[in-house]
């Protein structure tokens, strides 16, 4: 597509181009914002390199013009976007990307790449953390993913609201608090259940958590105690039915004194698991595989279209997939409670002033190829989330399939 | 895990651990083994370098006698495995990992987050690669799916029988074909769709394919070969409903004289739509989220236990989820036809030579944390799957829900 465009010098033509999904995966309520961070990183060195340009001459796969535009590329024109950590619904316009038509087509991939993974597993946090309740989550689902893939959604699942990953790299790249516990293996490893047991706490101390499923859950609870004493920190059970384990468990451990002593519970759960526990006495959860693939829905479905070009709206017509023409304004509408009423999404409207209960919900990326400065951080985001939860309806919480949480209306500027 | 073992000297031990699937996900009939070139290459660069340190030094993750353990920390053990485009079943030793406790343990996440990935999609892909028969199937789902998982994805999909990727980076970094065609977003750059046409043709000539459905598709052939002429490559329909579409489109091209222009169809194809298209005059498919995500599946369930510990037999006896003690020798019963009849798995099984029709299905990978030379590449792998296939039962090839293709029988050594 660069290779023709150049050629034919529409390459040049100032286009604008949106993220947004056309509805959300799973007949889910809402959808969380997430990526936009990496996306920033990753644009800052999104450059051709010297192996890119050879491999892509020796295919012969562009033309040398193609060649040099590519060796001297660099995005330079502004993006706009929904922030971190902001609520999304079908047709928001999560990203706004102006620039040349070569420049902005193609941060397509990159962007989509991002959006479409992060957005996807924050969407499907956001639901076990608000199944959590007030309990602790814990990300451990590296090993069910892309390596790579396995750091973004740490920092996706912290950003929804996970207190912890078990992914040492995310806790280094970005911050996030880490931590773990043993594996079957440690126990297997040693002789005696009580020797890995005492070797993790000569280790770790007594605020370690024990996994106590090896062998015999109730008798891994004697042990644990035993070697640890009253003041241990936590059991881990990851088998068995949980519910039913966690009740026989907090009754032994308040039978042997061990009344502060937590419980955390693993195995294969997601957002209807938890809260499926949510009478049991639990304190912490451990989620895996249902995080880090998006539980049920490991992307967003986010695309990414051209709707201007030369300043004038442009749209596919076609059947099946048809999509809306000119640059978008979104604003969010509440009741004077704070509670969300509407996504309002406006095509072409110029300097809108939003009015009382109304939010603009982009805000600016970038600007002339460089990141706008004072960026939120991960922890900003991962607030901003928790305080727009609050703003949904009730309806927008259930775990159930159904509509959005709030109707997308969309507007012509001349009729707002 | 590694600090407790290394203080209390366990972390010494030797042990074998292995890679295994309890079941195939989607109660789907087989699952095919990708990954392991990958796993190969980033064993060789698996090292804990001085950023990685620094952090795990400066939050006290772990205690000083293990960071210098880490900062000198290389594979010296043994590997062997299924190798690449193998078929597997639940209970398939695909990797058995052999070394000290403390280097074997460290490859857990590095193993899984690279097999459950690549095997994930590669079995999906290997249902779609089935359900096209003899078709090509084109992998364009980069944008689906996070930045390093589209390329390892487009990888994994190859190995499975795509015919190509539009994934440029697969193509420079594993020697797969690459192709592409323009989106919607060329077409409503240009003035008139036959602009956008003419510029794709002149810069990529008339073996090109163009996407019609950017407004009417009839009109959009019609232009198409208007401008291309009849020696036109193909013609992309991405939307609306294909196999109707494609039908008028044949008739049209036919009409207008372009016999040999083929058509390519996309838009959220998987196995089951792919399938449904079969009576269609289709040329190639593009397939896009739905192998990038594994197809319902988007992780293969993998998990890495020990097995044996200083030469004993070790296994987790807790409810819910069992495993089985020792290191396995699998091997593979065929009908003399060459149709396979059962994947047997024996737990310490001494040199056990296969018998007629059975084929041992392990392989040197790693010796003394060498690779071991004359590794299959990817082409190998692409055709030892196609081999395999045909050795599948009928019912095997189903893409409904159903049982393994066939059975896995566990022995011990001294029953076989």
Chains 1, 2 share one sequence.
């Not at 099946?320 to 969010?332: C, E, H, I, N, V």
């Not at 989330?385 to 209306?409: H, N, Q």
Request: hydrophobic share 45%; glycine share 10%.
């Amino acid at each position: 597509m660069v290779a023709a465009a150049l050629a034919d010098g529409t390459a040049d033509r100032d286009c604008v181009f949106e993220v947004f999904a056309r509805r959300l995966p799973e007949s889910r309520r809402f959808g969380v914002v997430a990526g936009t961070g990496r996306f920033l990183e990753e644009l800052a060195r999104f450059r051709f390199g010297e192996p890119e340009l050879a491999f892509l001459a020796e295919r012969a796969i562009v033309s040398d013009q193609t060649l040099e535009w590519l060796a001297n590329y660099r995005f330079s024109g502004d993006i706009d976007g929904y922030p971190e950590g902001e609520l999304y619904f079908p047709g928001s316009p999560i990203l706004t990307i102006r620039g040349t038509f070569g420049e902005a087509v193609l941060l397509e991939t990159l962007a989509l790449s991002v959006f479409n993974h992060d957005s996807a597993i924050a969407s499907a946090a956001a639901r076990m953390v608000n199944a959590a309740s007030d309990r602790a989550l814990i990300e451990m689902g590296s090993r069910r993913t892309a390596e790579q893939s396995a750091v973004a959604s740490a920092r996706a699942a912290y950003l929804a609201g996970f207190s912890a990953t078990s992914n040492l790299e995310a806790g280094r790249r970005y911050g996030i608090p880490t931590t773990g516990t043993a594996a079957h293996a440690f126990t297997l490893l040693h002789d005696k259940e009580a020797d890995a047991f005492a070797a993790q706490i000569k280790t770790l101390g007594v605020g370690t958590t024990l996994l106590v499923d090896t062998y015999d859950i109730s008798a891994g609870v004697k042990i644990a105690i035993e070697v640890a004493g009253p003041d241990l920190g936590a059991v881990r059970i990851d088998s068995g039915d949980l519910g039913v384990l966690a009740m026989q468990t907090r009754r032994q451990l308040d039978e042997l004194g061990a009344t502060k002593t937590k419980i955390v519970l693993s195995g294969d759960l997601d957002e209807f698991a938890i809260a499926a526990l949510g009478a049991a006495p639990v304190d912490a959860y451990g989620a895996g595989t249902s995080v880090v693939t998006g539980s049920g829905a490991p992307t967003a479905g986010m695309v990414y279209k051209v709707v201007e070009v030369d300043g004038k709206p442009v749209a596919k017509r076609s059947e099946g997939k048809p999509s809306r023409g000119g640059a978008k304004t979104a604003l969010r509408r509440h009741k004077p409670s704070g509670t969300a009423i509407e996504e309002v999404v406006i095509a072409d409207a110029v300097d809108l002033e939003p009015g009382p209960g109304e939010r603009l919900l982009q805000v600016p990326l970038v600007r002339g190829g460089e990141p706008v400065g004072d960026q939120p951080d991960l922890t900003a985001a991962r607030r901003m989330l928790r305080e727009r939860m609050v703003t949904l309806p009730w309806d927008g919480l259930k775990l159930s399939r159904g509509e959005p949480a709030i109707p997308t209306i969309f507007l012509e500027g001349s009729k707002k």
